[in-house]
């Protein structure tokens, strides 16, 4: 099976399209991306891109006409189709949030009872609106969520949020949040070895890209006697290396931090005697 490829369907266009590109190069895989192509193959990797709307690809990986797809948390969990999720990706965050005139006043969930909610995500608004026990009627449109208020089809809409700047431009506020969402890669679960194994090298690469975004080197020169302190505050992937500057008494010291507590682990360097620090971003991180 030497011509076996893995298939991938990608967004088209739209929100993440090109973070799915993006991340496909920082893997080594190059695709050429020609206008208005439907599919593609990679040079250097067994793979294939499909180019698709992000509301199919959830139905197309089901169907294993495509084996795995990049696509928005939020569309996988509302299509609900026979798919496994494998990873998340770390682009495309956003919330499905539900939002309501700027000028309503709203205490707690219970508002929405006995209203009607216009959005793209019926399902996942149907399994909000059960654990909160509301009874809300659910008006379920494509696109342009956002105008149903202001236009008398609904007291309430449910859609995608990420700065809220959409909201409020149509005069919305943000009142609750249904889910947060990133893009995930998801895959047909019936695999067979020879696609799996082309899956876990692509796993094993998208994992190293996410590692070193999550990761920052870190040098930075001390006085001998501060070394101590500073090891302690830098575990490093084993432990940091620390190499003599020509200077004597002083060293050099070698380290990768995360970058969740980075400024907490910065200002503690510098308040242990830690001088020119530098802070190198990660291409790679393989461990
Ligand atoms: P398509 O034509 O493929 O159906 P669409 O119009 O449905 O596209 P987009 O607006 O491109 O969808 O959003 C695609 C996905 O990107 C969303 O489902 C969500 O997961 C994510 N997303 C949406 N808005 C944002 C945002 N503002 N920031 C980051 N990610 C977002
Ligand atoms: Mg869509």
């Known amino acids: ?70 696509v928005g948390e939020n569309v996988v969990y509302e299509k609900n189709k026979k798919i496994e999720i494998v990873d998340k990706l770390g682009y495309g965050r956003c919330r499905l949030s539900i939002a309501i005139g700027r000028g309503q006043k709203y205490e707690s969930v219970q508002y929405l009872q006995n209203r009607k909610i216009a959005t793209s995500y019926p399902l996942l608004v149907k399994e909000f609106l059960k654990k909160n026990n509301i009874n809300a009627e659910i008006h379920e449109i494509s696109g342009s969520v956002e105008i149903a208020p202001g236009i008398g089809l609904a007291d309430a809409i449910c859609d995608i949020v990420s700065s809220g700047s959409t909201l409020f431009m149509n005069g919305l506020k943000e009142v609750e949040t ?19 194994k082309i899956l876990h090298k692509l796993l094993f690469r ?17 006085p001998n006697d501060k070394l101590d302190a500073i090891v302690k505050i830098l575990p490093g992937m084993k432990s940091p290396t620390i190499l003599p500057l020509a200077e004597s008494g002083w060293s050099s010291v070698h380290s990768v931090i995360s970058e969740n507590d980075f400024w907490n682990v910065i200002e503690s360097l510098k308040a242990n005697g830690a001088q020119g620090i530098l802070i190198v971003p990660i291409e790679k991180m393989i461990i």
């Open 178 to 196: 249904v889910m947060k969402s990133q893009a995930i890669l998801i895959r047909n679960p019936a695999l067979k070895e020879d696609e799996l």
């Open 1 to 70: 099976m030497d011509y076996m490829k893995l298939k991938l369907a990608i967004q088209k266009s739209g929100r993440l399209h090109d973070d799915s590109i993006k991340l496909l190069k920082e893997c080594g895989i190059d695709i050429s991306n020609g206008a208005n192509k439907l599919r593609t193959e990679a040079t250097n990797f067994p793979l294939e891109v499909f180019f698709l709307r992000d509301d199919d690809i959830p139905q197309y990986v089901e169907d294993g006409v495509a084996d795995i797809g990049f």
């Open 206 to 222: 998208i994992q190293s890209v996410k590692k070193a975004k999550n990761n920052k080197y870190v040098l930075l020169n001390a």
